[in-house]
């Protein structure tokens, strides 16, 4: 069974530009989660969807960070413009019921 | 609010160790508490689950408790081995919110 995977693995931009990220779940799942880890801190959650309805992004800096997950399939998250603090890995996870979820490799991004 | 602590933040021991990571958490309505492994620059990979009823799971040299009462686990790695070196997460799966809420992380260092 394939895994949750994202792409890009790595990106490196200016501070004030604009990137997006992709996540494509394990079929069947319902959930889906995008995570913001920075360096030496354990994730924090940014949004969950549930098929592509929005269940929590409460966390999420909404004046710069958008996601999306049109067909309740694939999901993206933008960021725009970026900040330096905003450098961290951002790691895709989904879930078939909620009580256990799985994640992708994560992207780790760099702000300069 | 839940609150989960990882002690300690990093560890170094000789191959062939027997060591205990530490994890606590400060709300005990939880549905589960699960052990990642994280390598760097790359994603999580789960180890144990234990779900709120049961007090450990063991997986090859792997062994995690939970005192939920308490609000405490532990994961009991035997016969470490330098392949081992990684950084380990702790999460709980809130029962209030459904949230997954991550301790900061112990990083291993295990020396041939």
Request: with cysteine; net charge positive; proline share 5%.
């Amino acid at each position: 069974e394939a895994g949750v995977a994202q792409s890009p693995r790595y990106k490196i931009i200016e501070k004030r530009q604009s990137v997006a990220f992709w996540c494509n779940p394990i079929s069947g799942h319902a959930t889906l989660y995008w995570y913001q880890q920075i360096l030496g801190q354990g994730p924090k959650l940014l949004i969950q969807f549930q098929n592509n309805g929005v269940v929590d992004d409460s966390q999420l800096p909404k004046d710069r960070f958008s996601a999306e997950r049109l067909k309740g399939v694939d999901s993206t998250l933008k960021i725009q413009p970026a900040k330096l603090e905003d450098s961290a890995v951002y790691l895709c996870a989904s879930s078939l019921d909620g009580r256990k979820q799985f994640f992708g490799p994560g992207t780790r991004l760099t702000v300069l | 609010k839940q609150e989960v602590t990882q002690i300690p933040a990093a560890l170094s021991v000789p191959e062939g160790e027997n060591l205990v990571l530490n994890c606590s958490f400060t709300d005990s309505a939880i549905y589960n508490l699960q052990w990642f492994r994280q390598d760097p620059g790359k994603g999580l990979t789960s180890l144990l689950l234990i779900q709120s009823s049961q007090r450990e799971q063991t997986s090859g040299r792997l062994n995690a408790s939970l005192d939920k009462s308490s609000g405490r686990s532990t994961l009991y790695i035997a016969a470490s081995q330098p392949g081992d070196s990684a950084t380990y997460l702790c999460a709980v799966l809130s029962s209030n919110t459904g949230k997954l809420i991550f301790g900061q992380g112990t990083t291993l260092q295990v020396k041939p």
